[in-house]
């Protein structure tokens, strides 16, 4: 049986954060891939204007075009209407019979994952891949919360050995937006995309 990570995400735009953690979880789980997978119309992003799927999905393929144990994924972009990841990880199921999905997600979404829609059935689906020792905001340590879910959903959860980067996506808009260097936070092909395109400008 296969085993595949899954990124999800905006990826508006993808940044190393989302790299290193990809890296980690196919290393520490001895994943076949992880594939990137670009939201479509993400339910929960109603704050901006999420670019174009079309260059979403081109940045994420020049920032994995150096690993060949990753996969850009358009199988949330060619859905329709708003899409949710219990949705995704049933479609993805009834597709791939023979692989095994891991979801890879940061502490946050760990805290989150009761207001995503059908949290049982996501936690029912995949084995949940955290990153991060403990988040800020959090009302009970990330053990606790772990103990929690598997407890109340018998969900399997695995931790993964790294931090997760103090990279926003929304902070590179801005400082895309500004011509500040965004070198530093993606990838040098990634940051070249989104100049030559004017893709944050105001």
């Given at each position: 049986m296969s085993r595949i990570g899954i990124m999800g995400g905006t990826f508006d735009p993808i940044h190393n954060g989302h790299l290193k953690l990809a890296c980690q979880a196919y290393a520490q789980y001895q994943l076949n891939s992880v594939w990137f997978m670009p939201s479509g119309q993400p339910p929960h992003k109603?704050?901006?204007?999420?670019?174009?799927?079309?260059?979403?999905?081109?940045?994420?393929?020049?920032?994995?075009?150096?690993?060949?144990?990753?996969?850009?994924?358009?199988?949330?972009?060619?859905?329709?209407?708003?899409?949710?990841?219990?949705?995704?990880?049933?479609?993805?199921?009834?597709?791939?019979?023979?692989?095994?999905f891991y979801f890879i997600i940061g502490a946050d979404s760990l805290?989150?994952?009761?207001?995503?829609?059908?949290?049982?059935?996501?936690?029912?689906?995949?084995?949940?891949?955290?990153?991060?020792?403990?988040?800020?905001?959090?009302?009970?340590?990330?053990?606790?919360?772990?103990?929690?879910?598997?407890?109340?959903?018998?969900?399997?959860?695995?931790?993964?050995?790294?931090?997760?980067?103090?990279?926003?996506?929304?902070?590179?808009?801005e400082m895309a937006s500004k011509n500040q260097s965004i070198e530093a936070l993606v990838p040098p092909s990634v940051a070249d995309y989104i100049r030559t395109h004017h893709l944050y400008a105001v």
């Open positions: 109603k704050d901006h204007k999420v670019t174009d799927s079309a260059a979403r999905c081109e940045m994420v393929r020049r920032a994995i075009e150096n690993y060949p144990y990753f996969f850009c994924s358009d199988f949330e972009i060619r859905r329709l209407g708003n899409t949710y990841t219990a949705q995704t990880l049933k479609l993805l199921k009834k597709e791939y019979p023979k692989t095994e805290y989150e994952i009761e207001n995503w829609y059908c949290p049982e059935q996501v936690m029912a689906q995949t084995c949940l891949l955290v990153a991060g020792r403990e988040y800020p905001k959090a009302h009970r340590p990330m053990e606790e919360q772990i103990s929690y879910l598997r407890e109340r959903y018998q969900a399997r959860i695995g931790r993964l050995d790294c931090e997760q980067m103090d990279i926003a996506s929304a902070d590179i808009r």
